[in-house]
């Protein structure tokens, strides 16, 4: 007994003294992980299912109430101000899977959604697409863009520059979907690289609850397949 009762005492001993020397360390760890978790992140892009807008490499500043306020760590809302809007660049888990995806709303609550050989209709309006000026193009910063189309696709008020492959090779997301109308407290999301984006087509409508915030600023960005060296030109640029 006097044993274990001179081990807890050490041990006391141990904690107290970890306290006293790392209790700002701890605190200052545990309100940086609460906020990133409710207030704003900065989220990793590691496909290219949102290019050309957002590259792989790319670290994205996520504002996380932008629509509502969540219990850090979790799912549920303590308070809500908005919803997302068609054109809205959010971040979400996917129902799929536990990766955190990046897309753009293409369609909200209500709307009946088609995709007519990559060409986007939405409640009967079909988008309008006129291409990139070859000085346009020669400044996106991909490799093998002579590979793709780049057009402006513009609906409903909303402009952004989208991209498909000239040539379908191996298994690509489908030209041609639908129509669906997007149920209730669900959003339809894209990738503006239509030929590489596991998105709605794919994984289904995403609920509401799911979408954790909203995207705007590329924070920092470093060339994958150019061993990592950062691209300044990318940094602090704000998303179409």
Known sequence: MAKNRKVRKGWRKHLHTFWREWRAFVVFVILMLIFRSAIADWNHVPSGSMEPGILEGDRLVVDKIAYDIRWPFTLTRIGRWDHPKRGDIVTFPSPKSRDLLIKRVVAVPGDTVQLVQNRLIINDVPATYAPLSE?????????????YHFVYEELLGDRRVVMWAKRRVGDHAPWSWGPIQVPEGTYFM???????????????????????????????????EGNFVPRPRRFFKELL
Not at 135 to 147: N, Q, S, T, W
Not at 215 to 223: E, G, P, Q, R
């Open 135 to 147: 000085e346009e193009v020669a400044a996106i910063p991909l490799r093998h863009r002579d590979a």
């Open 190 to 224: 894209m990738g503006d690289n239509r030929d590489r984006s596991s998105d709605s087509r794919a994984i289904g409508v995403i609920e509401r609850r799911r979408v954790i915030g909203r995207a705007h600023t590329v924070a920092f960005s470093l060339d994958i």
